[in-house]
């Protein structure tokens, strides 16, 4: 039946046009935007779960920079504890050297000095970006590695914890632990004493008192050209040790190992810390100590090393063996943290990359099919234009039936 009020032909050629439209204006859309998901009307589902993937995009893209930042801070900490290793072996070299006698100490001695201040040097100029990990002013830093997501979409920080080393060489603190005999003359504040031990029996005792030791305070007595020292260690103030009793022991055995004429080193058991010496020489001797920290960095032993005290360069040597070994474990402690962080970084890289081409293969449009869909729309579009018009002319074709 054909109506003059109602054109059904055209009703759906003209809902079939609008369809192509609509298709039309999509294609067109993922052409102009490259995307076939560009708002959350397109696919609400799909647009949230690209929009949450792309802020940790940007999230591992700062985590990026973060480690970057770490690597070349390590690296510095790094380079610098290689120098310092280099540069005490040249000291140990040095003291190597002082042992033979004929030499010339104090020109060697003057090299040792100059390494020491280059030491200093290098330590203070280890930084980057202001945070210095091997002067002892940074116990732990953490270096930005991940932000986690878990199933809940809970989101945590993750880190690489670099732990910062003391390679300071910093001078001595003086502290007073010297009194007792009373011939000790007793000088300063009470953190040194001097002894004089006439010839044919002149005796003095000092005794080693008990303040409270710390790891590195040394204790040292020259007397002469020969310098018995000792380094309080973690085990020597451990609970039921104690300190005073094990320093002025080992004290005793060094100075009785220079074999000074006439000296006689007691020490009584009874009276802890206390050592009485007794010269029945026939020249005068006198006797100096100091007690104190030799510094508060990992190398503070550093200050001990002298060329020209001839007494103590054997235990000099092991000083020096002691800290190479502490500048060698820091430079390993510094390369392992700084493989852990480029081995991170390489991953955030990559993860980067396939968290991007994962969220484009999600909302990105495929070019190729869009071009053929739009041809084909373009074509349904031209014929839906021609059926709605061919629909329209129905009507027209009534009148034929009235003349």
């Not at 540069?87 to 040792?112: E, H």
């Not at 802890?272 to 990992?298: E, H, R």
């Amino acid at each position: 039946m054909s109506s003059i009020l109602t054109n059904t032909s055209s009703m759906v050629a003209l809902q079939t046009l609008k369809t192509i439209n609509s298709g039309l204006e999509k294609t067109q859309g993922e052409i102009a935007t490259g995307k076939k998901i560009s708002s959350a009307k397109d696919n609400s589902a799909i647009w949230a779960i690209s929009k949450v993937m792309e802020s940790d995009v940007n999230g591992f893209k700062a985590i990026s920079d973060s480690l970057s930042l770490g690597e070349s801070t390590v690296a510095v900490a790094q380079t610098a504890a290689e120098t310092i290793t280099d540069l005490l072996g040249q000291i140990k070299a040095k003291v190597v050297a002082a042992q033979g006698d004929n030499v010339d100490r104090t020109k060697l001695n003057n090299d040792i000095t100059a390494l020491k201040e280059q030491i200093s040097s290098v330590v203070g100029a280890a930084q980057f970006n202001g945070l210095n990990l091997v002067d002892g002013s940074t116990a732990t830093t953490n270096v930005l590695s991940s932000v986690d997501r878990d199933n809940s979409g809970a989101v945590s920080a993750a880190y690489i914890s670099v732990s910062g080393v003391d390679l300071g060489s910093s001078g001595y603190t003086a502290k007073s632990v010297f009194g007792g005999g009373t011939n000790t003359v007793v000088s300063g504040s009470g953190d040194t004493f001097v002894m004089s031990l006439d010839s044919g029996g002149g005796s003095d005792s000092v005794d080693i008192l008990n303040p409270t030791y710390d790891v590195g305070e040394s204790i040292s007595i020259t007397i002469g050209n020969y310098t018995a020292s000792y380094t309080v260690s973690a085990s020597d103030i451990a609970v039921g040790n104690t300190p005073e009793d094990i320093i002025a022991t080992n004290l005793k055995s060094q100075i009785e190992s220079f074999g000074i004429s006439g000296l006689q080193v007691d020490y009584d058991s009874a009276n802890p810390g206390q050592l009485v010496f007794t010269n029945s020489g026939s020249f005068d001797l006198s006797a100096t100590g100091q007690f104190g920290d030799d510094g508060s960095g990992g190398l503070a032993a550093l200050a001990t090393i002298n060329a020209t005290s001839s007494g103590t360069l054997a235990a000099q040597l092991v000083t020096m063996e002691s800290l190479i070994g502490v500048a060698i474990d820091a430079a390993s402690s510094f390369g392992s943290d700084g493989a852990q962080i480029a081995t991170q970084s390489a991953f955030v890289s990559k993860l980067t990359d396939s968290m991007t081409a994962g969220i484009g293969a999600m909302v990105d449009a495929n070019m190729e099919e869009a071009s053929a869909r739009l041809q084909a729309l373009q074509v349904q579009q031209q014929l839906g234009i021609q059926a709605l018009s061919i629909a329209n002319q129905a009507p027209q074709n009534i009148l034929a039936l009235f003349r």
